[in-house]
């Protein structure tokens, strides 16, 4: 046994490689996890009503740029591709039709107030409620292009497997923001109290930081020199339209998923308060271990995409089932605390409540804990669905990944919606749909991966991937192939 794990630790895309590629990403989406958990505990106890008023603004903004972001966060697969086909001369222009896509991105900016005024007041909320809404989507619309810019930076250095930068950029951009919502919020050290609006400015300062950081450090001359940047700089629209052509059914679950999962919460708080409450502090309390795992799928798409532009598909089928071992560990020690010590998790989050809530949150405790057993049983899936979305991500198999989204959302409410009217199903009933809806997500994924198709899929142009392949078959060096019918769980046959 010793024996084994040291193979599966050492060996190419074995443990090792893995981690070290995930790590720096675990922590970074987990530093954003710190950070939204800090910034509900300063609108709480500024009022509780910003906290509540936050969150439409935060999923309208979503709904506005996951599309474009998608797509420039997309490059991250190209620049992969390129890296490990041995062309890095395009890295460079890939990353600025990545940067054209984040520009578009700025007429946001000058929409956000009618725009954001005329939707809330669509809500049916107060003119107080409507107002605090508005003021916290305008704050938040001035970084709205840098989420999308700084999606187009990072690909340049994840699609090489440079973590560590985007690493940096991204716990900066964290600080920055920690920093700014207690000092614009609450009006310290010399600042205007700003309350909601200010949390929402802090936000895009704190995105335009990371962009700073990345920029500053893609600009060195070693790293422009190496990817060609500058020479990359013009509009190229072939590459651009490829980008598109895969980066569109990359962006467009996102907005299906965002969209299903906020209409799954608008049918479980038809109940009442309490469901409403228990579902997203159940939500809420998972993010802690769903986020990170996001870091993961980066490094699995990364790992992918390199390996199969260098022709070695059995390698980038090994980083896959490592990067699902590791994920599948993380969210088994995640499930166990959620069984054994959900307490923990719930004294951190019920200092969210108001005072008049306090009072009633022993109910949502009680309901808390028991969705967290639903939690519990479906995270591991939620893994699954993670990490082999990024492998067919990493391949460029997103229409199926875009399809599949579509097909198994729609259903899932379908299937809630008719079970709550001719069944009489309540929240319970909607959360076991949520669990199978899953399920289905991750072991749909897994068919498609094992089925194989993946291997052969690439996104960069054909004349690229001939020339490789050429050099390839002419080159002195190459690193061994693993027999196809290998276990990806041994060590590769030299």
């Known amino acids: ?12 895309c074995g443990g090792r490689e893995v981690l070290a590629l995930a790590l720096p990403m675990i922590i970074s989406y987990g530093m954003w996890s710190v950070m939204h958990l800090i910034y509900r505990l300063y609108l709480v106890a500024y009022s509780p009503e910003s906290l509540a008023a936050a969150l439409a603004p935060g999923m309208m903004q979503w709904a ?27 890295i460079g222009r890939i990353t600025w039709q990545a940067i054209w896509i984040s520009l578009a991105t700025l007429p946001v900016v000058l929409v956000a107030k009618p725009a954001g005024h005329a939707i809330f ?16 989507f305008v704050g938040l619309s001035y970084g709205a292009p840098g989420i999308v810019l700084n999606a187009a930076l990072a690909a ?72 060609h940047f500058w020479q990359g700089m013009r509009f190229d629209g072939p590459l ?28 479980v708080s038809r109940f009442d308060n309490t469901a409403a409450a228990a579902t997203n502090l159940a939500f809420n309390i998972n993010a802690v271990a769903f986020v990170p795992m996001i870091g993961i799928g980066v490094a699995v798409t990364t790992l992918v995409g390199q390996n199969l532009a260098a022709g070695r598909p059995q390698l980038a089928q090994r980083a896959t089932w490592t990067a699902l071992t590791l994920g599948l560990i993380y969210q088994l020690l995640f499930a166990a605390l959620y069984l054994s010590v959900p307490e923990v998790f719930l004294a951190i989050h019920s200092r969210l409540a108001s005072p ?12 808390t804990l028991f969705l967290l057993r639903f939690v519990a049983a479906y995270c591991l899936f939620d893994a699954m669905q993670i990490i082999f979305i990024g492998a067919l991500k990493g391949a460029g198999d997103t229409v199926f990944i875009m399809l599949t989204a579509i097909v198994v959302s729609a259903t899932s409410l379908t299937v809630g919606y008719l079970g709550e009217r001719y069944l009489g199903w309540e929240v319970i009933g909607w959360w076991c749909v949520l669990t199978a809806w899953i399920f289905a997500l991750g072991i749909t994924f897994l068919l498609r991966f094992i089925q194989g198709r993946w291997k052969t899929m690439r996104v960069i142009e054909p004349e690229v991937i001939l020339e490789t392949e050429l050099e390839n078959e002419s080159g002195p060096e190459r690193l061994p192939e693993i027999q196809p019918s290998e276990n990806p769980y041994e060590a590769p046959t030299r």
């Open 121 to 136: 007041s669509l809500s049916g909320h107060t003119m107080h409620n409507i107002a605090l809404e508005t003021d916290y």
């Open 356 to 367: 008049d809530e306090a009072v009633q949150f022993e109910e949502v405790r009680l309901l």
């Open 64 to 90: 506005l740029i996951c599309l474009p972001l998608g797509i420039a966060g997309y490059a991250n697969t190209f620049v992969a591709q390129y890296y490990g086909a041995g062309h890095r001369e395009r």
């Open 1 to 12: 046994m010793p024996g084994f794990l040291s193979q599966w630790w050492s060996r190419p």
């Open 240 to 267: 651009l339209l490829r980008l598109v052509r895969y980066g569109g059914p990359s962006g467009l679950p996102m907005l299906v998923e965002a969209m299903a999962f906020t209409t799954f919460v608008l049918f």
């Open 156 to 227: 340049f250095f994840t699609g090489r497997g440079k973590m560590k930068l985007v690493m940096a950029a991204n716990v900066f951009s964290s600080l920055v923001n920690i920093l700014l919502d207690y000092v614009l919020i609450f009006g310290k050290w010399g600042a205007p109290e700003m309350g909601i609006y200010g949390a929402g400015l802090a936000t895009s300062v704190a995105n335009w930081s990371s962009c700073l950081v990345l920029a500053a450090a893609m600009l060195q001359p070693a790293e422009a020199r190496l990817t």
